[in-house]
């Protein structure tokens, strides 16, 4: 019994003398996890038709609604990147925006070439050739076509881009600048 009261003594000291983070607090230096998610849609599954270009019946082109959180607490701005991957497609570039400030952590539903995309924003142009949101559009009987949006957290407020954007383009004039970035897939098919 003398044994066990001192086991039990020994415990209790043990608990006492222990911080409290250890069971459990995050420490003050983690680092929050980057992500992004649309309301529009979930991770992985079919775009909604609202979204797609109007040539594909029930095509609507309403740009689609993001949200981030976590960045880098050093974040000077963002930057979003919509392609599709499908090999057809040849990384064509559906939407690309620039210089949203570090403040805005969201763009609206339909906010595309409206007032209400953040404000000091640019919208570049796209594959073709308008400086907006273009809805997913493949063409028929080419399968499945996967559409990556990636949001750039960036050490920079502002970006100077100029001429056609392309993939390689765009990440080459964000390459030094990006302390974290986070994506979303969503996918459509027209058969």
């Not at 066990?4 to 003050?28: C, Q, R």
């Not at 925006?97 to 640019?122: F, H, L, R, W």
């Amino acid at each position: 019994m003398k044994k066990i009261t001192s086991i039990l003594i020994l415990l209790i000291s043990f608990v006492l003398l222990v911080p409290i983070k250890a069971f459990g607090e995050i420490p003050a230096t983690a680092e929050r996890a980057f992500t992004v998610k649309s309301s529009g849609f979930y991770a992985g599954e079919t775009i909604p038709l609202k979204y797609v270009c109007t040539t594909i019946s029930g095509g609507g082109n309403i740009s689609l609604p993001l949200r981030w959180s976590g960045a880098p607490a050093n974040t000077k701005s963002y930057a979003i990147f919509m392609y599709d991957l499908n090999p057809v497609a040849k990384n064509f570039v559906h939407w690309a925006v620039i210089n949203i400030p570090k403040t805005e952590t969201a763009i609206q539903e339909g906010a595309s070439g409206t007032p209400n995309m953040p404000k000091g924003s640019i919208e570049l142009p796209n594959t073709a050739g308008k400086m907006e949101y273009a809805g997913p559009c493949p063409p028929a009987g080419t399968d499945k076509h996967e559409y990556k949006i990636i949001v750039y957290a960036l050490d920079t407020e502002k970006l100077n881009f100029s001429g056609v954007t392309t993939l390689a383009q765009f990440q080459a004039a964000i390459e030094s600048k990006v302390l974290a970035q986070t994506e979303l897939s969503g996918f459509f098919e027209q058969k």
